[in-house]
């Protein structure tokens, strides 16, 4: 029970709330301070079959504006009782044969975010991915494509439009089977198609090596002093005039600071946390070596531990 002021009685009471009717009563002389009040507190039921699983869900999903209906129609669930398949019940194998327009909208979806789920990605990645994919979609040209493609190409682009890119072999670990290769040309096939619709080239977002950096090195598990090492490395190298992918710059930045700290790590290794092949970790490491005293922090590294790196 609460206090409250009681008009009634001229001074502060105890208050009793009556759940059921929504009312706060005065426990001295009855009177109801406060009618019809509205509960904000988690409603723990689910009004679904409460013989099985209860999911404590207040309301449904949210409302989705790339869907014609909103993403708010009704599902009709198994009879109570029932241990048969869904569409044992009549009517659920008339709301089956009924024609949903957005059937395949809402299956490219559900892929696209268990995608965006296998890597960590945040709402609004996957929330652009989706609209990326609607407006290829509504363009009815992609018939006769590779789905799975479409789709990682999809959140590729919006990787990196929302400036959290991934590489294209992150992306294809996720895409249920669908090559680089592939992935690539729908790539192509969605920046025309969008640059059609919109009259001007898609605007993708520049890739720094330090975009990469943090995830590369958490994967090889460096501690955070040689992480902001190479931090520091990655965007001092870009004052420079060196010819190499922005992932290939990362992971041969990360194996110099590697090798100048006490952890050091296998080539092998790092090839592995990056997604770069060896050979090409090595070529860029020896397009670095002349930069390293300007590119490494001094109070990382002495400048005697940089001179004795081994030479490319």
């Known amino acids: 029970m609460a206090d409250a002021f009681c008009s009634d009685c001229k001074r502060h009471t105890e208050v ?3 759940h059921s009717a929504g009312d706060t009563v005065c426990s001295e002389c009855g009177l109801v301070l406060e009618s019809h009040s509205i509960d904000e507190t988690s409603e723990w039921r689910t009004f679904a079959n409460e013989s099985g699983d209860n999911d404590p869900v207040r309301v449904g999903g949210p409302s989705n504006p790339l869907l014609a209906d909103g993403g708010l129609s009704t599902v009709i669930a198994k009879p109570n009782g029932a241990s048969g398949e869904f569409l044992s019940s009549s009517l659920g194998r008339w709301q089956n044969r009924g024609s949903n327009p957005d059937r395949g909208l809402i299956l490219a979806f559900k892929t696209i975010a268990t995608m965006s789920d296998r890597l960590g990605l945040v709402a609004t990645i996957k929330d652009r991915a989706n609209e990326i994919y609607k407006k290829v979609e509504d363009q009815k040209s992609s018939r006769g494509r590779n789905q799975d493609a479409l789709l990682a190409a999809c959140l590729y682009i919006a990787c990196r439009q929302e400036d959290k890119p991934r590489t294209v072999k992150e992306i294809c670990s996720v895409a249920n089977g669908a ?21 001007q080239s898609v605007e993708m977002g520049t890739i720094h090596a330090g975009d990469f950096m943090r995830r590369f090195c958490s994967n090889l598990g460096m501690n955070n002093q040689a992480v902001k090492a190479a931090q520091e490395a990655v965007q ?72 004795n790196l081994s030479s490319p």
């Open 16 to 18: 009793v709330f009556d």
């Open 179 to 199: 090559t680089k290769k592939e992935i690539g040309r729908a790539k192509e096939y969605i920046v025309k198609q969008l640059g059609l619709e919109t009259g």
């Open 236 to 307: 001092k190298s870009e004052e420079f005039d060196i010819r190499r992918s922005p992932i290939s710059i990362a992971a041969a930045v990360i194996y110099i600071i590697t090798q100048l700290s006490d952890d050091k790590k296998l080539l092998r290794d790092i090839s592995v946390a990056t997604g770069v092949a060896e050979g090409t970790i090595r070529n860029s490491y020896k397009d670095l070596y002349s930069y390293v005293s300007k590119i490494i922090p001094n109070w990382y590294a002495k400048e005697e531990d940089i001179r």
